[in-house]
């Protein structure tokens, strides 16, 4: 049953494929009847590349939206044209029926709805592909709470859409050498983790408990306060709060639209570079602005984590950038990748080079971050270098937060309020107390260690007094080494011989034995002529390689 269910799904999947005109990719899976599938339908030919695959994702419905919301984030590994439609991608559909939601409530808790709510509204304040918020009020004290709800049955749509995909990304990567860079298999693998997380409630929980334990309320970033007595896999309970999304505000109409801007990059920069937690999708959809102009942050399915070593490195790579040490961050950007090992190095420092400078000179309040971001990203994939996911969704991070700011303040100086955030953080790094500490983790490291030297120690001194000790020389390439040695040493032999053939001939003619030649010793003057011959031809060997060597 399970293969018919994938089998029809997959042929709707390739028609959708030929539908938007992917008929070399379907072709490279060796379907049976393609053919006659792209006789009997049409694609628009004046929609581009980019569109067609966007279009093809909507209509694929959950998961192919999910898996292109999450690729908008990868600007290592597509093009930026691509991007921008994969931007576009909406997963707004209509509301499931509230009885079906409402089963989904009661399999969530154990005790009947009416004893944990006193009223729940049926038409839900939002609704997406995944899951749709409700309002409804607590049981006993009437607070109001907004609870997210899965879809029923969406985990299984998106496993065997995502099974399928898997099968695809196989065939692709093995039959299209295009592919390879990508490495789709593992791109999928990846996919899959990050929607699992999404469809896991008690994730998104987790980490709304772990933003609010960094940003208080005072500092003008809400997150909203989450129930995990009433939160599941399937369900989340948490505050409501009530407020406009910034595409539905009058911008002007705000007290003090700079300083909310200037607020919301400051969010973002902060939870990369101090925290290393950080919100992977900040898009105006997942931003409410209240009354009193507060930030509230919504959807914290998706995150990244930033290691405090890589966060200490994108630092130092903001220095670099704006001291335009071009050497510098080329060696930082290699070192955040991953791919092709033989890198050329000269020809990557001058593709950043160029584009670098170009943004240097621009007026500071004129330089798009996002953009210079998205521009490097792409030169590293030109040579065949990708960065981790992580490090992929925070750029997108970065770009998505630096956008929707300037949605609410156009001329907001980006590097203006990187500026004091990455000083900060370096005077922080040098502060006494942490080098201190750091010199402490060091030494306890020393320490852990100095406890198992003496007995290694020990081992290694009675193995060389038992006469076990054995290295292992494992040489690689070392042919025209052993060539050399065996040239060296007949040329020393022939040394060897040639010197004895001159002192037993010297010998001979001073003892004045007969037959002679010209008055001197036959044997004599032979053994010089044969000691002569050896002695030029070792003089030749010996130059014409280094004449070889000079001519090549």
Not at 102 to 121: A, G, M, Y
Not at 159 to 187: C, G, H, M, S, W
Not at 242 to 264: H, Q
Request: hydrophobic share 40%; aromatic share 6%.
């Amino acid at each position: 049953m399970k293969s018919q269910r994938l089998s029809g799904r997959f042929s709707d999947i390739l028609a959708v494929f030929i539908k938007y005109g992917f008929n070399d990719i379907v072709e490279h899976l060796e379907i049976p009847g393609h053919k006659y599938l792209d006789k009997v339908i049409d694609h628009d030919p004046h929609l581009t590349t980019w569109e067609r695959v966007r279009k093809g994702m909507e209509e694929l419905g959950p998961t192919f939206i999910k898996c292109g919301q999450i690729l908008s984030q990868r600007a290592d590994l597509v093009p930026k044209e691509l991007i921008k439609e994969l931007r576009k991608l909406q997963d707004d559909v209509p509301a499931e029926r509230f009885k079906d939601i409402r089963k989904v409530l009661e399999q969530n808790f154990e005790t009947p709805l009416n004893e944990v709510f006193s009223e729940i509204d049926v038409i839900p304040i939002a609704a997406a592909s995944l899951a749709q918020v409700h309002r409804a009020k607590l049981a006993g004290d009437s607070r109001e709470v907004a609870i997210k709800i899965q879809r029923p049955g969406i985990e299984k749509t998106i496993q065997n859409d995502l099974e399928i995909l898997e099968k695809i990304a196989i065939q692709l990567d093995k039959r299209i050498t295009y592919f390879e860079v990508y490495n789709l298999p593992e791109l999928v693998q990846r996919i899959r983790t990050l929607i699992m997380h999404e469809l896991d409630f008690v994730y998104e929980m987790h980490n709304m408990q772990v933003a609010r334990s960094q940003f208080q309320p005072e500092e003008g970033i809400v997150i909203p306060e989450v129930y995990p007595e009433l939160c599941g896999k399937r369900v989340l309970t948490m505050a409501l709060f009530r407020g406009k999304k910034i595409k539905e505000i009058k911008v002007d109409e705000l007290c003090d639209r700079k300083a909310l801007a200037r607020r919301g990059v400051k969010f973002s920069l902060q939870q990369v570079l101090e925290h290393g937690f950080f919100h992977a999708d900040p898009h105006p959809g997942n931003i409410l602005i209240d009354e009193n102009e507060n930030m509230l942050i919504l959807d914290w399915g998706m995150v990244g984590w930033l290691t405090p070593r890589v966060r200490a490195q994108l630092i130092d790579l903001l220095s670099a950038l704006v001291d335009n040490d071009v050497e510098e961050v080329t060696e930082f950007l290699i070192s955040f990748t991953t791919g092709r090992e033989n890198v050329d190095r000269p020809l990557l420092q001058t593709e950043i080079m160029a584009v670098t400078t170009h943004f240097i000179r621009m007026p500071l309040k004129e330089i798009n971050l996002g953009q210079l971001l998205m521009d490097l990203t792409s030169i590293l994939r030109s040579h065949g270098r990708v960065l981790g996911t992580d490090l992929s969704i925070m750029i997108k991070s970065l770009i998505t937060a630096e956008e929707t700011a300037k949605i609410i303040d156009p001329d907001l100086n980006v590097i203006k309020e990187i500026e004091p955030i990455v000083n900060r953080l370096i005077r922080k790094r040098f502060r006494p107390d942490n080098v201190i500490k750091g010199l402490y983790k060091s030494l306890r490291l020393m320490m852990r260690h100095q406890q198992e030297l003496p007995r290694h120690t020990i081992n290694v001194i009675s193995k060389l007094d038992q006469g076990n000790l054995a290295i292992r020389f494992q040489h690689e390439n070392l042919e025209g080494l052993q060539k050399t040695m065996e040239k060296t040493i007949n040329r020393l032999v022939l040394g060897i011989i040639t010197g004895a053939l001159f002192i037993g001939s010297s010998m001979i003619i001073l003892a004045g034995t007969g037959p002679l030649i010209g008055g001197y010793p036959a044997l004599g003057v032979i053994g010089y002529f044969i000691a002569l011959f050896i002695c030029l031809r070792l003089a030749l060997s010996a130059i014409r390689p280094k004449d070889h060597e000079r001519h090549k």
